[in-house]
C-alpha cells in the first residue's frame, strides 16, 4: 500500500443480517485484551515503512509504502456470515496486495482505495470460531445495536442478490480430491446482452480443470500441474488428459453444432456460440450452462473442502463492461429430478457471483450514432475516438469530428478523408491541418429526421456492421425526452414501446432479418453490413414537440 506520511484510519464492519456499533480509539491508546469484546473483535496492526521513489525533500509529498495486519476475531456467540470489513482509506493509497482476504467489488490488485475499500474473506467467507489475535495498534470492539430489529433469514445462507447478470457456482457431487460443478450465467437486464461472452476467474488453492462439458476453455495447458503442487501430489495422473492448469483460465461457450456431442456437449442451455440476450427478447436465450470436474491440492483432501475461485470477470465483443463481485455463500439450489419425478434434486453447496453492468466512459463505448435531418444537409458523425483510439500517429484525436455528405456514412472511415475534406472546401468549414481520427467502433447507427408535418413526423433508423462477422439475433433501444409516446410504427422490422421502461422503443429484425451481416472485404472500398427501416411517430400523445429543434433526435 503506498500512502502519504501521515493518515488516518476509519474502519466499519458490516455483516449481513446483524448490525454492530463500533467503538474505536486512536493508535496511541493501548487495546484491551480481545476478551473484553463480546462482539467482534477488529484490530490493525501497523508493521513498518519504507520510502518509495522518488525521494523528496517535501516530507508532506513524499511517498511511502508501508505494511499493516487486519485482524477480525468472532469473539461473540454468533457466526458471522460473509463477513466484510471496510477500512477508510483516504490519502490515494493503493492496496498492492491482501493475503486472506478480497476486494468485495471483485476488482484486481493493485487497486485505488483514496476513498475506502471493503475486504471480504477469501478462503474463510464466515466467522465459526474465535480465533487468536496479537496485539494491535488499532482496535474496535463491535456489539450489537439494540435499536436494531433484525430480520432472521429461513436459512442459515444468506439471500440471492440481484444483478445484471447472475452466476451461479453449484457443487452436485464431491469427493475427497475432487467435485462436480455446475456454473450458470443468467441476464437479468433487460437491455442487456452478451455476444461471444468469455469467462475468467483465479484459482486460490492449486486447482486445475480436469474436464468439461458445455463450454471450452482457450487452452488445453497442463505443464502448470507437471511443475507445480498437483505433479508433487497427483504422481500417478496422466496430465496430457487434463483440460487446463492455468490459475486463469478463459472459458467459451460451444458453438451449436457441438450440441449434440456426448462427449463434451449435451447440456441444457449450452452451445449457442456465447450468446445471451435479455429475457424481455428471448428468456430460453438468457442463461448459459457448462459443467467442470476440479480437482483439489493438499491440505484440501476432504468432501467439504471446497472454495469457489475468486475474481470473476466476463466479457463479450462490442458488449458493455461488467463489474462482478466476490462469490458469496448461498441457500444451495434446487434442479428438477433427472428421471422425470416429482422430486428436487439439492446441491451440496452453492455460491452466487453478482455482476453489473458499468457506466462506459469517455472513449470507450462499443457503438456511436450519427445524426441527420432532412432539413441540413450535412450530417453530424460520430465522435472523434468514441469507441477509444490506439493509433494517433497520423490523426489529432482531440479534433472535432468534421461534418459529412450523406453517402460518406456508407464507406469505411479510412476512404472518408476526401469526400470530407471536399465537403468542408465546398460549404466552407474549417479543416484543421491535422484531420481527427475516426470513431473506431464496430458497429455505428445513423438516426434521421425524414419528415414533419402537421399530425406526425417520420424518422429512419439505419445499422451498420463494420465487423467481419454477422451479428445474430441483434436489437437497438431509443430513449426520446418527448417523442416516444408519439411511436406508431417500425415498418422493417419489429418495434415495441417500452412503457414501464422509460418509454423505451425495442426494435429487432424479423424473422429471417435478424442477421446483421459483417463487413464486405471483396470490394473496394469495403461495404458494411447494413439494415434500415422507417419510423412513424404521432403528434397526438406528445403536444407541444418542436422536431426541427433537435426533439426529433433519441436522447439515449
Not at 64 to 83: D, I, P, R
Not at 112 to 135: H, K, M, Q, R, Y
Not at 294 to 312: L, R, T
Not at 484 to 512: A, D, W
Request: charged residues 20%; glycine residues 6%.
Amino acid at each position: 500500500m503506498t500512502s502519504a506520511l501521515t493518515y488516518y484510519l476509519l474502519v466499519a464492519l458490516l455483516f449481513g443480517f446483524i448490525h454492530h456499533l463500533c467503538e474505536g480509539q486512536q493508535p496511541e491508546a493501548l487495546p484491551p485484551a480481545a476478551e473484553t469484546c463480546n462482539g467482534v473483535f477488529i484490530s490493525y496492526d501497523f508493521i513498518g515503512r519504507r520510502k518509495e521513489f522518488p525521494r523528496l525533500k517535501n516530507v508532506t509529498a513524499q511517498s511511502w509504502a508501508f505494511k499493516a495486519t487486519a485482524t477480525v476475531l468472532n469473539a461473540g456467540s454468533e457466526v458471522v456470515k460473509s463477513w466484510k470489513l471496510f477500512i477508510g482509506f483516504q490519502h490515494k493509497e493503493i492496496l498492492v496486495s491482501a493475503t486472506g482476504a478480497v476486494l468485495i467489488d471483485g476488482g484486481d490488485l493493485p487497486a485505488s482505495v483514496e476513498n475506502g475499500t471493503t475486504l471480504a474473506g477469501a478462503s474463510l467467507p464466515d466467522l465459526e470460531t474465535s480465533i487468536d489475535t496479537a496485539e494491535s495498534s488499532m482496535w474496535a470492539c463491535c456489539k450489537k445495536d439494540p435499536k436494531f430489529k433484525s430480520k432472521l433469514p429461513k436459512t442459515k445462507f444468506l439471500p440471492r442478490q440481484k444483478g445484471d447478470l447472475t452466476i451461479s457456482y453449484d457443487v452436485l457431487q464431491v469427493y475427497d480430491n475432487n467435485y462436480l460443478v455446475q456454473v450458470t450465467m443468467e441476464n437479468h437486464n433487460p437491455l442487456g446482452r452478451l455476444d461471444r461472452w468469455n469467462l475468467t476467474w483465479e484459482w486460490m488453492r492449486g486447482e486445475f480443470i480436469y474436464n468439461m462439458k458445455g463450454a471450452f476453455t482457450r487452452e488445453v495447458e497442463y505443464s502448470g500441474c507437471i511443475h507445480g503442487a498437483a505433479g508433487e501430489y497427483y504422481r500417478d495422473m496422466d496430465f496430457s488428459k487434463v483440460l487446463n492448469c492455468q490459475k486463469h483460465p478463459i472459458i467459451s461457450d460451444l458453438p451449436p453444432e457441438k450440441y449434440n456431442d456426448t462427449d463434451i456437449g449435451k447440456i441444457p442451455f449450452c452451445c449457442r456460440n456465447g450468446t445471451l440476450l435479455p429475457t424481455l427478447m428471448d428468456s430460453t436465450q438468457s442463461k448459459s450452462v457448462f459443467q467442470m470436474q476440479v480437482f483439489k491440492v493438499p491440505p484440501d483432501m476432504n468432501k467439504s473442502a471446497i472454495y469457489p475461485p475468486e475474481k470473476w470477470k466476463i466479457m463479450g465483443v462490442l458488449n458493455p463492461d461488467y463489474k462482478c463481485g466476490a462469490p458469496l455463500r448461498v441457500e444451495p439450489s434446487r434442479f428438477p429430478e433427472p428421471r422425470g419425478l416429482d422430486a428436487s434434486v439439492i446441491t451440496f453447496a452453492s455460491w452466487q457471483i453478482v455482476c453489473n453492468i458499468t457506466r462506459p466512459t469517455t472513449r470507450n463505448t462499443r457503438c456511436c450514432v450519427s445524426f441527420s435531418a432532412y432539413y441540413n444537409e450535412s450530417v453530424v458523425p460520430c465522435n472523434t475516438c468514441a469507441c477509444g483510439c490506439e493509433n494517433t500517429k497520423h490523426c489529432n484525436p482531440k479534433a472535432r469530428a468534421m461534418l459529412l455528405p450523406s453517402e460518406a456514412l456508407l464507406v469505411p472511415f479510412e476512404n472518408r478523408t476526401k469526400k470530407s475534406v471536399a465537403w468542408a472546401r465546398l460549404k466552407h468549414f474549417r479543416v484543421p491541418s491535422k484531420l481527427p481520427c475516426g470513431d473506431n467502433c464496430g458497429v455505428s447507427i445513423n438516426w434521421h429526421v425524414a419528415s414533419d408535418f402537421k399530425g406526425g413526423w417520420s424518422a429512419r433508423i439505419t445499422l451498420f456492421n463494420w465487423e467481419p462477422d454477422p451479428f445474430q439475433n441483434w436489437f437497438t433501444a431509443l430513449q426520446f425526452k418527448k417523442a416516444s409516446l408519439g411511436f406508431e410504427k417500425v415498418y422493417s422490422f419489429n418495434g415495441t414501446l417500452l412503457s414501464r421502461l422509460n418509454h423505451t422503443i425495442f426494435m429487432q429484425g424479423v424473422q429471417g432479418s435478424n442477421y446483421l451481416l459483417g463487413e464486405d472485404n471483396g470490394t473496394n472500398p469495403k461495404v458494411p453490413g447494413k439494415q434500415q427501416s422507417v419510423i412513424s411517430f404521432t403528434k397526438k400523445n406528445s403536444p407541444g414537440i418542436q422536431i426541427a429543434n433537435g426533439d426529433g433526435f433519441p436522447s439515449k
